[in-house]
Each structure stands twice: as structure tokens, then as C-alpha cells.
């Protein structure tokens, strides 16, 4: 494996995506700031341009709302290439334009790992820390019922896994009366057997309108808006945020007793998130009290959290070894499963480094090595689409390790790569 030139490429990549001061995720499908795209960017230039890693987390946490929620969408420049855009979303007078829903808060564990990499940036740390307990503030009080539940998402974009068949029945229920018409762009810039169907987008752009209807008002949306779901996967990146918010706080002085009450009543949540008939932490429908019954690998975040559960670990090896490369999206053996539709199925080398990390820190190295092995070979497999790597995995790639043998493994079944880099998506090896 050439991990060299994999490393040259993904920096390449970083740089041809900088807008000056922010990332774009992808050319084309996606020409904004998206909150936790930034962050994993931010993290891959404290490879080589700490400088710039902490303009990208600077930028996006500069667009925090009044109430702590940083968006997921920062509309830096007019593009007419992405829908819905700032006029759609409503969410006031505000430069830039946001959205109105947040994504997964992976900020603090990366800023906390931008600062390992360049302690000179300590006094930037310390500027940021306040925007980042008042944004975990924000998903306290907002999304986990303060301290009553698990995290919530109000749509499935603040997921950041769009289409994940962890919706579905939350979707169900929303009805798309009044939506009308509007031109998706996504589909003219990537497959359309690739992205979510037009039914689901009608529902994302009810649930929209619900939030823009409103002006935004939270009590509102949990209250009454049409899709509300407990999610594994930001449950876990927020547990795990959490507890390096306050080791971030200890190391720069602050005062953390507020974010460990919030970690403490977030891990006595968990619980919740197990569906004894799945055998695994499942996304729940907080209307109606109906599980997914799917097992996405959200739900493999638990190590990560550090939640060690021998029966996840299972699932976790099980519905990897049923695919070629990495971790897919869903799992292989159920009938949800696609191998081509974004969340559906395809891997995403933003997960996997977050499961790798889980597994490292567990002191399962070997397992984590086999993962980012893996999720590099997806990459390099085909030089001659060395394009398609995606941002997020400039920093996994960036760490050459020694070789180690990889364990063998069934090549049952082949699995989609989505990468959000030139809007490309590749078939791995069937
Ligand atoms: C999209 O438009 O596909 C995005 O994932 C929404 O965040």
C-alpha cells in the first residue's frame, strides 16, 4: 500500500477544497461549510497546517446561535447548485446564512486531538472551549430532554446519516402535504441510485418547513414537529465529547462540573437505546416508542464512547467480516440493505475512523490497524480514481503505520464507498 502518495492526495484534496477559511466537503454536491465535515477536515490539516485547522473550527464555531447550537450548514457563498439552500431554511438575518439543525458533535474529541498535535495552539483552545460547553449545553437541553433521554435528532440530516434505514419509521409518520415542487440538485451532480429516493427527500423538506414555520423554536420542534428519534450515533459522539470536553477544560483551567453532570446523566441513558429483540443499540422513534430494529453502525460508536458491550462487539466483527472492506453503513444481513444508497449500505471512512479510534483506545490496536488498513485500500485499490478520496480521510491516512498482516476475511459481498470528495461515489470489490 502506498501510503505516501495516499497522503500526498488527501492533502491535495484539502487544500483544492479550501474556500479560505473554511472546507468545502465535495466540489459540486456539497459547496458549504457542513459542521462535522469541517471538523474532520480541521483535524486532517493539523497534520500539516495547524494554522489552518484552527481557522476551519474558529470559522464554524464563529456561526454559533444565540441559543448554543452551532448549524450544520454555514452558506459562506451564494451557490445555485445545492438545495435547499439559505432562502429555503429561513433561519433569519445571519452572515453567514445557516441552517436550522446541528450535526454530529465530533468538534471537541478532534479539537482536543488538534491541540495534542500543536500545544502552541493552547490559547485558541481556551478562546473556543465556552462555544463548545454552550453548544454541548445545546444538546443537553434540547436533544436529550435534559438528561431524560438519549440524544435526539429532529431530522434526519442532524444525523449526518441521512438515509440510514434507522428513520425509516420515523419517517413513516411524516406527512408531505404542502411541500409542492422543488428541483433537487444533488442528482445532477452524482448518481441518483446513489442518493436518497424523492420520497425521502419530500419528508426531509416537510420537516424543514415544520422548523422554518415555527422561526426555529426548539420547544416547538421537540414538542410538536413531525420526526423526533433517539440516535445511537450521536449519542455516542456526544458521551465521548463530552468527556473530552472536560479533560480539554481541566488541561486549559476551566470549570468542568457542569459537562461532567451532563456525561454522567448521558451514559445513564444509554440503556434506553437497547433493543433486547435486535440484540443491539437501535434508534427509537420518540413518538410513537418503536425501535428501527436496525443495525447501522452508529451503534458500533458504543467503544468509542467507551461503553465496552461484549454483545455489540459481536454484531460489530459479524457485519464487518460479511463485507469486503470496512464497516458498512448497515448491516449486510438485513433486508434494508443497499449497497449503493449513501447511508443504505456503503461504507464511510468518517465512521470507520471514529470506530477505529474506539477500538484503539480499548487496546484492541490490531482491530483498528485491520480497519484503517482497510478503509486506505478502498482509496488506492484504483490509482487511477485516486480523486475519489474522500476529505475525512486525510487524517487516517496521514499516519503511516508499520504493516501488519491483515487478518483474512470472507469476501462475501461487495460494498459501496461513498466518499464525499468530487461528489464521487466507487463500487469496492464485489
Ligand atoms: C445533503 O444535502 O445531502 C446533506 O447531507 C444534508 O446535510
Redesign the pocket.
Known sequence: MDVQALDTEARRILRDNDRGGYTVPTHGL?PYQ?NWDSVFAAWGFATFDADRAWQEVETLLASQWDDGMVP??LFHKPDPGYFPGPDVWGTGERHPPTSGISQPPVAATLIRRILDADPAGRDRAAALWPRLRDWHRWWHLHRCHGGATPACVTHP?ESGR?NCPDWDVGMQGVSTDGVGDYTRR?TGHVDPQMRPKKEEYDRYVAILNFGKGCGWDQEQIIANGPFLMTDPGITFILLRAHHDLIELGRELGQDVQEVEAWATTLESAVPQMWNDSLGAYDARDMRSGTFANNLSSAAFLALYAGIDNPAMNDRLMAAWDAVTYGIPSADPASPNFDARRYWRGPMWPVVNSLIAMGLSGTGRTEVAERLRAETAETAIGRPARAAIISDWLARILSTPTPTVPRPAMPRRRGVVMAARSSGALRMAVP
Open positions: 456539497y457542513w450544520h450548514i440530516w441521512d444533488d
